[in-house]
């Protein structure tokens, strides 16, 4: 287990309001002022699965794919990894973060930065696919 799991999720059955429309992210658009249902985020991120964690990103790796340092990650351990998924991977005990690609059948593991090197594994190098990461959430005010 990384040192980075804060513990498998729980249901909150916390119900937040969500308003029947979108908001613009470009130019504004008129307020919309009445709700349409209600949104539970452990149903979002299918948090009451017992497969589903929870893990705190670490570093800046991810950041050109939207991931941060100290944003937490949402891994689902049941799902099948595929080439394109930001994956959990375990590499001899160390735990990354990264996505998941393929070079001449070998795994490749991409950094979203340009300043940090792919990881090639070798034949000989162990690889456990420990969960793919199905949402963050980002921290937007730091007061």
């Known amino acids: 287990m990384p040192a ?3 513990g498998p999720a729980t249901t909150s059955h ?7 429309h979108g908001v613009a992210a470009g130019f504004p658009s008129p307020a919309d002022d009445h709700r349409d249902t209600a ?8 948090a009451q699965a017992a497969h589903t964690f929870l893990l705190r990103a670490q570093g800046d790796s991810m950041q050109d794919a ?3 340092d100290g944003d937490i990650l949402v891994v689902d351990r049941a799902a099948r990894a595929l080439p394109g998924d930001v994956i959990i991977a375990c590499i001899d005990n160390e735990f990354t973060v ?22 090639r594994l070798q034949q000989s190098e162990a690889l456990e696919i420990w969960g793919v990461v199905t949402h963050s959430l980002h921290k937007h005010r730091f007061r």
């Open 4 to 6: 980075l799991l804060l």
């Open 14 to 20: 916390l119900r937040l309001p969500l308003f029947a």
């Open 39 to 46: 949104l539970s985020l452990d149903q979002l991120v299918n």
């Open 66 to 68: 939207g991931i941060y």
């Open 98 to 119: 990264k996505t998941l690609t393929y070079e001449a059948g070998l795994p490749v593991l991409m950094p979203a930065n340009p300043n940090f090197p792919p990881l």
